[in-house]
């Protein structure tokens, strides 16, 4: 038997390396495992501590997996109708231009109920930030198509794969959106490996410096995993992101302010 | 202050009554017959003035979801539409229920289903008063009759939103939206500068997060939710019935109506009276809460009840329901953009209730 010795001699304020953020709270989040979404909220909330926005944060969450992210940060949250979430975030911020504002939506969420929301909000140039979580699927509802879904990807609503003839294509729907004069900042990023993270902390963090310029909508997509929704284990299915979303979905800035 | 005497269209008159309100923000989407509202709130831009936020959404489904966004953050925050635009609106109304917030929703009621007709109809009057989105919930629902009325329900719409966390939908009608009238306005009334307890405004330390939601996934929970609202709507029933009575004191006859048909039926009770049919008219303000307990007191000093609307017969089932076999009751109604004329009403209730 291994004997656990000397542990509370090792919990000491200067051996200390990492921490939980104060502003994610303690409740235990509600997502599978190896599912990115737990590491995007960990990234958000440590920018929204480290650029001191706790009080000015008013964060927009979508109907989807996502649903109860008020639940893990400690910020003032309104919960959206589905694919809603940039109109609800366009009042909040014409009516608080000083606050953060931002949104955290899901491929069905913000690009099929919601793209009028998306694209109009993104052409009137909202002062907001849009957190765009793609994995290709309906998380939620347990693994039905999506309007990102690959070509040939299976889902529950797609069992012997998308055919494109009679299901469209996966929506780029972060390249219109770059398209669009209204947008300050569109980035497309990932959140598998350390060096990704970080990636996608730097973006997540030039966006809330954005907002302060009050120059136009930032839209950071993260292009994520879904295990479950997959049928695949975590590392199976980072794998498979990197073979197959990431070809069709290629990572880095799709608009960039001239500096 | 004195008041301002202005003419003006009913719609315009809402706007102007909002501006001087200190409504934070109006968000909306052109439809005829109320588009005068958006019109007006840009052309008088009270971005300069009172810093007002007017912006012209994408769809009606939008601007009530903007509502939705403005509301949570304790503003005043309001939208108007006319019947198909609201019925795009009522999935966010039925989240704004949910989540309890106060905000002013003006519907400028057509002819429907449908497309249906750009003419002034009161065939919304289920969708208005029964909850209209999907789950348990009712709207405040004010029917102004006047332009001067739809100015005054401006102020006492956020008044009772804000007493209740309830949205309030003030039920007018394509008539009232545009016709003109001599209007008394309001003095200005500055934009408050605080928010509610509950509202979303950036959490600072000395308060928990504020959360705006209406999810709950445990029944348990969600029922005593329910059972809060419905503790709400009773407490509103009991508090907040308004109506207008005309000549009921010796009358025979009580015809029940609201807005545009209360105006003509105010006719038809001095017409009646003049062939001597002792006629009356009960006008509802509120239609929620419904002027049940009084329906019902009246039901028993006369012999019988017409509900005049300009609907298949919506209102009719509450008058029933608050007369309670008391009485007959009828319902007369012109539909499709029709507004019942005072003789037909006369002559309806002669052939209901005095056969020969």
Redesign the interface.
Known sequence: MVQVTGIKEIIKPENLVYKKTDVMTKNILSYCPGCGHGTAHRILAEIIEEEGLQSEAIGVSPVGCSVFLYYYLDIDWQEAAHGRAPAVATAIKRLNPDKFVFTYQGDGDLAAIGTAETIHACNRGENILIIFINNGIYGMTGGQMAPTTLPGMKSSTSPYGRDVKSMGNPLKITDIVASLPGSYYVTRQSVHTAANVKKTKKAIRKATQYQKLNKGTCLVEIVSNCPSGWKMTPVQSNKWMEENMFPYYPLGDLKVPEE | MEKELRLMKGNEAVAEAAIRAGV??Y?GYPITPQTEIIEYLFEANPAETTGM?V?Q???E???I??????A??G?K?MTSSSSPGISLKQ??IS?IAG?ELPCLIVNVVRGGPGLGTIQPAQSDYFQSTKGGGHGDYHLIVLAPASVQEMADFVGLSFELAFKYRNPVMMLSDGAIGQMMEKVYLSPHVERSKTVPEWA??????SRQ???????DLDSNRQELFNRKLLAKYDEIREKEVRFEEFQCEDAEYILVAYGTSARVCQKSVQLAREQGIKAGLLRPITLFPFPTKRINELAGKVKGMLSVEMSSGQMVEDVMLAVNGKVPVYHFGRMGGIVTTPEEVVENLKFKFIKD
């Open positions: 934070d923000g968000f936020v912006l959404a994408e769809s489904v939008a601007a979801n903007m509502v939705y966004g403005g949570g953050c503003k925050v999935e966010g989240y989540a979303t405004s950036g959490k600072p330390k997060r504020n959360i705006i939601t209406s999810l």
